[in-house]
T-cell receptor
Framework: KAGVTQTPRYLIKTRGQQVTLSCSPI?????VSWYQQTPGQGLQFLFE???????NKGNFPGRFSGRQFSNSRSEMNVSTLELGDSALYLC????????????FGPGTRLTVL | KNEVEQSPQNLTAQEGEFITINCSYS?????LHWLQQHPGGGIVSLFM???GKKKHGRLIATINIQEKHSSLHITASHPRDSAVYIC?????????FGTGTSLTVIP
């Protein structure tokens, strides 16, 4: 069974631009969560999607948004990029919400110049 | 205020040693996860716990819900165990992460 895939793996953008990252979960998994990892703040929860609905959201500004499609694939979008958005963005999928074991993708490393 | 505290932050061990990493949390949880992250970023979920104890190979994870504390033990440590170990809690609405424990096992 294929693992969680994320595209692109690396991305360089400039301040003010927007970016869309994609996550394909493990087949059959319905929950997709997104996380941001930076050296200063560590791992932080962005949001969780289940059955095309955002179920939970972390403490991030509205510039960070996402969606989930009927095939469980998910995208996250960051608008008006800031230097501080440079980070590793990870998605994880699980069969169910809440107590399901999470399987992480390799991440997308975003650099904002 | 950190919802999840891990200790130690850094740990160096000789191959074969028994290792313990601790995690304390301050929120009500539905589950606690132990994650392993190798250089390069890939994260692997080691355990998901809501009570008691789990064992997988040389790894053992325990949780005490009343004391809001969990431990990850590595028996007979090996250089390939060198990684960052991260404790994460799921409150049902949010995930909170510890800052991680960087483990180096020396041959």
């Amino acid at each position: 069974k294929a693992g969680v895939t994320q595209t692109p793996r690396y991305l360089i953008k400039t301040r003010g631009q927007q970016v869309t990252l994609s996550c394909s979960p493990i087949s059959g998994h319905r929950s997709v969560s997104w996380y941001q990892q930076t050296p200063g703040q560590g791992l932080q929860f962005l949001f969780e999607y289940f059955s095309e609905t955002q179920r939970n959201k972390g403490n991030f500004p509205g510039r960070f948004s996402g969606r989930q499609f009927s095939n469980s694939r998910s995208e996250m979008n960051v608008s008006t990029l800031e230097l501080g958005d440079s980070a590793l963005y990870l998605c994880a999928s699980s069969w169910d919400r809440g107590t399901g074991t999470q399987y992480f993708g390799p991440g997308t490393r975003l650099t904002v110049l | 205020k950190n919802e999840v505290e891990q200790s130690p932050q850094n740990l160096t061990a000789q191959e074969g040693e028994f290792i313990t990493i601790n995690c304390s949390y301050s929120v009500g949880i539905s589950a606690l996860h132990w994650l392993q992250q190798h250089p390069g970023g890939g994260i692997v979920s080691l355990f998901m716990l809501s009570s008691g104890k789990k064992k997988h190979g040389r790894l053992i994870a325990t949780i005490n819900i009343q004391e809001k504390h969990s431990s990850l033990h590595i028996t007979a440590s090996h250089p390939r165990d060198s990684a960052v170990y991260i404790c994460a809690v799921n409150t049902g609405n949010q995930f909170y992460f510890g800052t991680g424990t960087s483990l180096t096992v020396i041959p």
